[in-house]
């Protein structure tokens, strides 16, 4: 499900929460805390006030059942991620691809095959021209 959430930034906390409720959804509160067992050592409220938070941005929504509500996101992992990185991209590297690759390989941060999966998307990118 894919929408135009409002260009609010969504926090690591808040991200986390994201990642459950994209893995399977919709869930309760309780099953979010569930999810998280051994990764956050949340308490409940926490996790309430997350969605809260996530309610408020319209990146998920909420139906009631019963005495509960059920939570699902609105905004899809594929647009957070674009979101994301557009944002990384503009505030690091002014908007550009080629000085992030660049910083990467100074560091030698890129294994061999990830020189190769560049390799192979440029020449896609140059076949598609």
């Known amino acids: 499900m894919t929408t135009n959430v409002n260009d ?15 893995s ?12 998280l067992v ?3 050592d949340w308490a409940l409220s926490t996790v309430k006030t997350l969605l809260n938070r996530l309610l ?5 929504c909420a ?6 509500f059920l939570y699902a996101p ?6 957070w991620l674009q979101q994301q990185s557009a944002g990384l991209l503009d ?4 908007g ?13 941060k890129l294994s061999p095959s990830d020189i190769a999966e560049l390799r192979k998307l440029i020449e896609e990118m140059d076949d598609a021209q």
């Open 8 to 22: 609010t930034p969504i926090s690591d906390a808040e991200s986390t929460v994201m990642q459950v409720l994209w």
């Open 24 to 35: 399977h959804s919709p869930r309760t509160a309780e099953d979010v805390l569930s999810a």
């Open 38 to 40: 051994g990764e956050q």
């Open 56 to 60: 408020r941005k319209e990146a998920i």
């Open 63 to 68: 139906e009631r059942d019963g005495r509960r």
């Open 74 to 79: 609105k905004l899809s992992r594929e647009d």
């Open 91 to 94: 505030r690091l590297f002014d």
């Open 96 to 108: 550009r691809v080629a000085p992030l690759v660049a910083h990467f390989c100074e560091h030698r």
